[in-house]
């Protein structure tokens, strides 16, 4: 629990508070994919790889540009955290903190995921999600967040007071990537990254704005669908939580594997073309 106020508040503390808001980054002059461009291709794609993700574990893919990705809901209710990296160079990977900005807490539909400095460009567009229907519950929450860093085993050694646990999200990526990449697991760790969570509903409590996660709605045969706008290198990791419901890192949560199926459409969208890397020159005014 967060400590009680010591300071008085000054006569003019509910002025202050009742000051409206301003959105930090309008995005009216932001360029949006044609969604109905990259729908028209929907209906006649080419399954050309499934991918398996293990219980408390994860698992890698690549993803041509052009191509569709789908995360599966495959035998029970699981969340997963992705990763997304520039499959030629790990250096640009996803960038959830602008993400963030740019399109809110939780993404669907019609969003695009950015990537970091200097590239901040998207890399990866949501075609199609079947918890849509969700919205934004009675306590605030809400599926497919881009607030929360994943389960790590350094926080749970700090809650823990000293236990260790190899198989929380963070571990699993780093295993995975560092198999992918051949990097040695010390080196691999440093290039994953605060995650999407695929199917997992959360928010903030509005007492004490804390991050919190409920049960996910996610029932087998959801899925969550990406158009790959840069080719990719994917990781997944099947949380420990399983449908993240009562805790993370957890060997006694019922945990499901998630499916990866990666599609071929029969052309590219019309009008589409890969994004640019950011046109900042990057002086920084030296």
Same mark, same amino acid.
């Given at each position: ?20 808001? +301003?959105?930090?980054?309008?995005? $009216? /002059?932001?360029?949006?994919? $044609? ?43 699981? +969340? ?18 602008? /993400? ?44 497919? $967040? ?8 350094? /926080? ?23 198999? /992918? ?49 840069? $080719? ?55």
């Amino acid at each position: 629990m967060k400590p009680t106020p010591i300071t008085e508040a000054p006569a003019d503390a509910m002025d202050r508070k009742a000051i409206k808001p +301003v959105v930090c980054y309008p995005v $009216d /002059t932001l360029p949006r994919p $044609d969604l109905a461009a990259y729908r028209a291709l929907r209906d006649d794609l080419e399954l050309t790889k499934t991918v398996i993700v293990p219980p408390r574990d994860a698992a890698t893919w690549t993803v041509p540009a052009g191509h569709f990705f789908r995360i599966v809901c495959s035998e029970g209710p699981q +969340v997963g955290d992705l990763n997304l990296f520039n499959a030629h160079d790990p250096r640009e990977r996803l960038y959830t903190g602008k /993400t963030r900005a740019l399109n809110g807490t939780h993404v669907g539909l019609g969003d695009q995921l950015f990537s970091n400095f200097p590239y901040l460009r998207p890399i990866a567009t949501i075609t199609h999600d079947t918890l849509d229907w969700y919205g934004f519950d009675e306590f605030g929450g809400s599926v497919h $967040d881009v607030i929360g860093t994943r389960c790590d085993p350094y /926080t749970h050694n700090l809650l823990s007071h000293g236990g260790h646990y190899h198989h929380c999200c963070h571990s699993n990526l780093t295993r995975a990537f560092a198999k /992918t990449t051949g990097m040695p697991v010390r080196e691999a760790e440093t290039y994953v990254h605060d995650v999407l969570n695929v199917f997992m509903c959360t928010g903030f409590t509005r007492d004490t704005g804390q991050y919190f996660m409920k049960a996910s709605p996610v029932r087998p045969s959801d899925y969550l669908e990406f158009f790959a706008e840069v $080719d990719l290198l994917g990781a997944l990791s099947a949380c420990p939580g399983g449908d993240c419901s009562s805790e993370h890192s957890s060997d006694a949560a019922a945990c499901y594997p998630l499916v990866v199926e990666i599609y071929k459409a029969k052309r590219l969208p019309e009008g589409w073309a890969p994004p640019a890397i950011n046109g900042y020159d990057g002086t920084h005014d030296l």
